[in-house]
């Protein structure tokens, strides 16, 4: 059985290297997005208010001068801070398509900070595409998902590959501090491959349970729910842009206790018909995500619909919305990033050892049946 399950590891592991190595190195580098973005955009997604008293404009004005700013575009949904630090970031769907875009907005001077650029244009948002699709989404017009679909098959076999990794070397605990570093060079490399394995088991189960169920839920949603030949082309807003949006972000922190509005979603199909702000609400669980949390509210009369506070939902839906922040790490601060970083980066390490090891195997076997066959003449 152990030596069937080496084989199978072993071989998934070749099939999944590739792949694994692009999403392994731009996880690792997501997890610091917004840092990477504070370096490259620095005068669009960072601001200077940081332990100044100073108050966001209304909601309202903002949606407004976004409205007015960029007439060719409707907005779609919207990210909001309020830390002094974080610029807005909107994003916007141009008329006549079904393309989104991206523009920075300083909510308190009530500025923009960019022009429209496309969701995959600046560097982290491109990482962020290469990571989840390889690039490969609609590279195949019978197979638009394609990039979705090939994530989900890597993280399967990346899942399969931690277990199946801890149960190939069940006792584990015993060398968990041990590493010889004096001996032959197979040997060593076999040593750091468990060693690396070991330590990164945790971290790398996660990502891959995690990676599962992200690209699971976008490929069905593409794929399933949403036809692609369907996206709807937009012409003008679909919400009533002349709604009371700051009454409605009240009604929604008097609607959930300790609720923190960060995200807005305004309607932008048809079949859209709420306006639903997310937001994070004070909570015992690290794991909880800063969008656990939703508000919705009518298009057109701004009539609150919908209540969601995660602190009462079931026990499923508070693990699953856990995974946001354990993919990425977000969950203690610098501590948990810098970890999930690294971490993020052992299959790299897995990969090249695991090679060198498979290739030496390989050579091992074809010289024992030369000199088998040197024997018999």
Excluded at 134 to 160: C, E, H, K, Q
Aim: a neutral charge; hydrophobic letters at 45%; charged letters at 20%.
């Amino acid at each position: 059985m152990r030596k069937t399950l080496f084989k199978w590891h072993s071989l998934m592991a070749l099939i999944a290297m590739l792949p694994l190595l692009i999403i392994s190195l731009t996880g690792s580098m997501l997890v610091f997005k917004f840092e990477i973005d504070s370096i490259l955009l620095k005068d669009q997604a960072t601001l200077n208010y940081v332990g100044q008293d100073i108050q966001r404009k209304p909601m309202k004005e903002l949606v407004n001068l976004v409205a007015a700013a960029h007439p060719d575009y409707e907005i779609g949904s919207w990210e909001l801070f309020d830390d002094g630090y974080e610029a807005d970031r909107v994003y916007l769907l141009k008329h006549g398509t079904d393309t989104w875009f991206k523009t920075y907005l300083d909510p308190y001077q009530g500025e923009m900070l960019s022009a429209p650029v496309g969701i995959h244009s600046d560097f982290t948002d491109f990482i962020l595409h290469l990571h989840y699709t390889l690039l490969l989404n609609d590279s195949n017009r019978y197979f638009p998902n394609m990039g979705v679909a090939i994530g989900l098959f890597i993280a399967i076999l990346f899942t399969f590959l931690g277990v199946s990794g801890l149960i190939i070397y069940r006792r584990f605990w015993r060398r968990f501090f041990s590493f010889r570093r004096h001996t032959p060079r197979v040997i060593l490399f076999s040593e750091l491959h468990k060693l690396i394995g070991i330590w990164s088991a945790p971290v790398l189960l996660c990502l891959g349970i995690t990676g599962v169920y992200f690209n699971a839920v976008d490929y069905y949603h593409e794929a399933f729910e949403h036809d692609e030949a369907d996206h709807h082309i937009v012409s003008q807003a679909m919400f009533n842009r002349t709604l009371d949006f700051d009454a409605m972000m009240a009604q929604s922190l008097d609607a959930i206790g300790g609720f923190t509005p960060t995200y807005w979603l305004f309607p932008f199909e048809p079949q859209q018909k709420h306006i639903t702000i997310f937001g994070s609400v004070a909570d015992t669980n690290p794991f909880i995500s800063n969008y656990a949390s939703t508000v919705s509210f009518d298009a057109t009369t701004g009539a609150q619909i919908a209540v969601y506070d995660i602190r009462t939902a079931t026990s499923l839906e508070r693990i699953i919305d856990s995974f946001r922040k354990l993919h990425f790490g977000h969950f203690a601060g610098l501590p948990s990033k810098i970890i999930w970083s690294l971490m993020g980066l052992a299959p790299i390490l897995l990969g090249f050892s695991g090679v060198y090891l498979w290739w030496q195997r390989k050579r091992k076997k074809h010289q024992s049946r030369r000199l088998r066959k040197l024997a018999s003449q």
